[in-house]
């Protein structure tokens, strides 16, 4: 996926605040973006698939460079998907849950990059995932989709996160709640959007028929 850097948005950004500095409008558009992406799901991707291995329940995900899993939508073992739940609701389930063998039927995630899978697998069964993605804060930008459907909304976003901001030249407190409710507006259009399959379709290659 082609990736658009933060700064791509500067002077959509600054031409609001132009007394802020630089470096801290690409830290708002960063903060922004990724909250985008944790609320909306609108980026999403099939991760690589692979095979279980008998009497282990325990499997890393990995998602692409720069990028964290921000939900995982969907778990298929051997083209079953399997039910989300959380570790205390396998308490309920099964007294033992860590000690059942058969097909997995559930799954919970250890943390944002662990799956487990219960009951462990008693032989090998393909897994394909679909996962909703948000950029590390490490990385410099996010995929050109973003910028490209949401360019107004990422903008919005950066000007209310630094129009908050106190005793600052650039600080208005109306116009930033006026920014952020055009901010939440885009995640709710875009999120509903990503539901009815659209980012599915549009912001990745994937394979129509792979779940």
């Known amino acids: 996926m082609a990736i658009v850097p933060y700064t791509q948005w500067l002077p959509y950004v600054q031409v609001n605040v132009p007394d802020c500095p630089k470096a801290l409008i690409v830290e708002a558009i960063r903060q922004k973006v990724i909250e985008f992406c944790q609320r909306s799901l609108f980026l999403r991707q099939e991760l690589d698939g692979f ?17 964290n899993i921000a939900q995982l939508l969907m778990l298929k073992v051997n083209k079953r998907e ?11 389930i099964y007294q033992e849950w860590r000690d059942q063998s058969g097909e997995p039927q559930y799954f919970f995630l250890k943390n944002t990059n662990t799956a487990i899978l219960v009951p462990k697998p008693i032989s090998i069964y393909p897994v394909r995932i679909l996962v909703a993605l948000k950029p590390t804060q490490a990385a410099q930008g996010v995929d050109e989709s973003i910028f490209e459907e949401y360019k107004d909304a990422i903008k919005h976003g950066a000007l209310a996160y630094l129009m908050l901001m106190a005793e600052k030249t650039w600080s208005n407190p109306n116009m930033s709640a006026f920014y952020q409710s055009q901010f939440d507006a885009a995640i709710t259009d875009s999120k509903m959007r990503a539901e009815k399959g659209y980012a599915l379709r549009k912001t990745f290659r994937v394979k129509p028929n792979y779940f």
């Open 82 to 92: 399997l039910e989300p739940k959380t570790q205390d609701d396998m308490e309920e």
């Open 51 to 67: 095979y279980t291995v008998a009497d282990d329940n325990e499997y890393d995900l990995s998602p692409p460079v720069d990028n």
